[in-house]
C-alpha cells in the first residue's frame, strides 16, 4: 500500500530511520555527552548479549574491557574540550565486550550529531570476530604450506644427493679405468652413469606430477623388476665398498600398484644406508629379498651385517632428521616410511639374529590393493 498524499517527508522521516537501525546488520549505540547509553538496536544486542533495558541509562564503559574502559572518559572529555578527534569521525580497530565477560574484536565507527541544540554521539560496531579466524586460518595456512615446502625441499634435495654422488663416483671411475685403458669397462660404467642421470629426470618428473595434482601417478609393475633395477642403481658403489649383495627375488606373484620411482628410492636408500653401515666392518655382506606374505602382500627385506641400531636410536629411527651418520640429513627413512605408507603398506626395522640390521617392507598385491579402493 502507497502511503497517503497528505503525509509530508518528516512524517516519513522518523519511522524511515528507525526501520533502518533496527534493521542494521552492525551495531549501533546512541550516546550522550556523558557516556550515557540512549538507544541499543537489535544488532548490538546480538554482538554484546545484554537487553536495551539492561544497557540504556548506563554508562557505555560497559561494554568495553580495559583499557579502552579507562581510557574512554578521558577520549570523550578531550573532543568535548579541543574538537580534537582520536576516534570520533575516524574509526579504529578495538574490543568490546559482551554481557559474559568475554571479549572480541570490533570495528567502531564514532559520529558527532547535533539535535535540538543537544550533542549525542552515535558507534557503529562491526564484529570482526570472523575476520580474525579467518585471518588465523589463512596465516596457518601459510604456515603449512611453508612447511610443506621446507619438507619438499629437503626431501628433493636427498634424494637429488643419492643419484647425483652415483654419477660422481662412476665418472670417477671412468677416469681411472681412462688410465688403464679398458673400452668395455669404461662404457659399462658411463651407461650407469647415464642411468643415474635418467633417474635424476625422473625425480624432479614425479616432483612436478605431485605439485600439479597433488598426487603421484600409480600403474601396475613387477616388483621383482622394480628391486632388481633400484639394486643395480647401487650396485657399483658396494662393490667399491667392498659389500657383496646377494639378490634373491623369490616371490611367484609381484604385481603391485606402485609409483615406480618412489619405490626405487625406498630400496635405493635401504640399500644405501646398509652399505654405509657397513663401512668399517669386517664382513659386509648384503641381502635383498622378495617374498609372499599370506597369499596377498609382497614383503621386501634388506638385511646387512653392519653394526646394528641402539634401542634409543630404534625408538625414533622413522622421524624427520634423525640419522647415524656423521654427515647425514636424516630424511631418507621419514621419506621412505611417507612412501610405503602412501603406498597402503608399512615399514619397519628389526634386529638381525647373525648380527646387523635387517629392513622390511610389504605392499598390497595389485589384486589386494583394488579390494582396499573399493572399500
Known amino acids: 500500500m502507497l502511503p497517503s498524499p497528505s503525509l509530508s517527508k518528516a512524517h516519513l522521516r522518523e519511522p524511515l530511520l528507525a526501520a ?9 549505540i546512541t550516546i550522550d555527552e556523558a557516556g550515557t ?17 539492561e544497557v ?27 574538537g580534537e ?40 560496531v562491526h564484529d570482526l570476530s570472523e575476520r580474525r579466524r579467518f585471518e588465523a586460518r589463512m596465516h596457518e595456512l601459510h604456515a603449512h604450506r611453508l612447511d ?20 660422481n663416483a662412476y665418472l670417477h671411475m671412468a677416469s ?29 618428473d614425479n616432483l612436478r606430477q605431485f605439485i600439479a595434482r597433488g598426487e603421484t601417478i600409480k600403474t601396475v609393475h613387477h616388483l621383482n623388476e622394480v628391486v632388481r633395477t633400484a639394486c643395480e642403481f647401487t650396485d657399483s658403489i658396494a ?3 667392498g659389500v657383496v649383495t646377494m639378490v634373491k627375488l623369490d616371490a611367484e606373484k609381484d604385481l603391485v600398484l606402485i609409483n615406480r620411482v618412489q619405490i626405487q628410492q625406498v630400496i635405493v636408500n635401504l640399500k644405501r644406508n646398509a652399505i654405509e653401515a657397513m663401512e668399517h666392518c669386517e664382513r659386509r655382506e648384503l641381502d635383498v629379498s622378495t617374498r609372499v606374505i599370506d597369499g596377498h602382500e609382497i614383503q621386501v627385506d634388506v638385511v646387512d651385517t653392519g653394526p646394528g641400531i641402539s634401542e634409543a636410536i630404534k625408538a625414533r629411527l622413522f622421524e624427520q632428521f634423525t640419522t647415524t651418520k656423521p654427515h647425514g640429513m636424516g630424511v631418507g627413512l621419514s621419506i621412505s616410511r611417507s612412501i610405503i605408507n602412501a603406498h597402503h603398506g608399512r615399514l619397519w626395522v628389526a634386529p638381525n639374529a647373525g648380527g646387523g640390521t635387517i629392513f622390511s617392507f610389504v605392499l598390497p598385491l595389485a589384486d589386494q590393493h583394488q579390494k582396499l579402493a573399493e572399500i
Not at 533502518?20 to 549501533?28: E, F, M, P, R
Not at 565486550?97 to 552515535?122: H, T
Not at 625441499?153 to 643419492?162: C, D, P, R, S
Request: proline fraction near 5%; hydrophobic fraction near 40%.
Open 56 to 82: 540504556i541509562g548506563q554508562n557505555v564503559r560497559m561494554l568495553m574491557p580495559e583499557p579502552y574502559r579507562s581510557q574512554h572518559e578521558d577520549y570523550l572529555n578531550h573532543y568535548l574540550r579541543t
Open 239 to 241: 662393490k667399491e665398498c
Open 176 to 204: 681411472r679405468l681412462l688410465k688403464k685403458g679398458d673400452p668395455a669397462e669404461i662404457e659399462q660404467v658411463l651407461e650407469n652413469a647415464s642411468k643415474q642421470v635418467f633417474r635424476v629426470s625422473e625425480i624432479v
Open 37 to 53: 547509553i540512549l538507544s541499543f538496536n537489535p544488532a548490538a544486542v546480538a554482538l554484546f548479549g545484554y537487553r536495551p533495558d
Open 148 to 167: 610443506i615446502i621446507e619438507n619438499m625441499t629437503v626431501g628433493f634435495a636427498h634424494e637429488l644427493k643419492q643419484p647425483l654422488s652415483a654419477i
Open 20 to 28: 533502518l537501525v533496527d534493521n542494521a546488520l552492525d551495531g549501533i
Open 85 to 124: 578527534a582520536k576516534i570520533i569521525g575516524i574509526g579504529r580497530q578495538v574490543e568490546g565486550q559482551r554481557r559474559d565477560g568475554s571479549v572480541f574484536p570490533i570495528e567502531l565507527g564514532v559520529a558527532a550529531v547535533v539535535a535540538e541544540g543537544e550533542r549525542y554521539f552515535v558507534g557503529f
